[in-house]
């Protein structure tokens, strides 16, 4: 069964970076789009990063509030997707999730990360 792998709790201070990994299994990560999304304790849902498939090259775009800070980027051999977060802030403080939506071939096909909670403090 395919399913996508992101989890865990991380702890970072105002102004570090951090990493993080969605790993697809089961799956191929070439035919889906992939999105990263962060919710904040009470708040709604939202779109933070997207990369596309490799049929468009991978394009991607980023919410305002993390353009110049956070880079998203796949590795094709390794099936992963990663978002980059640097000079993080408080009110990055949020849970994050990885969501793989399948075009072409893998149209329809949907599946989401369960999540890995992002803590920015001192």
């Known amino acids: 069964q395919a399913h996508v792998v992101e989890s865990g709790v991380v702890l970072v201070q105002p102004g570090g970076s951090l990493r993080l990994s969605c790993a697809a299994s089961g799956v191929t990560f070439n035919n889906y789009v992939i999105r990263w999304y962060c919710q904040a304790s009470g708040s709604e849902r939202e779109l933070v990063a997207v990369?596309?498939?490799?049929?468009?090259?991978?394009?991607?775009n980023y919410a305002d509030s993390v353009k110049c800070r956070f880079t998203i980027s796949r590795d094709n051999a390794k099936n992963t997707v990663y978002l980059q977060m640097n000079s993080l802030k408080p009110d990055d403080t949020a849970v994050y999730y990885c969501?793989?939506?399948?075009?072409?071939?893998?149209?329809?096909?949907?599946?989401w990360g369960q999540g890995t909670q992002v803590i920015v403090s001192s």
């Open positions: 990369i596309g498939s490799i049929h468009t090259g991978s394009s991607t």
């Open positions: 969501n793989a939506q399948g075009v072409r071939g893998a149209a329809g096909k949907d599946y």
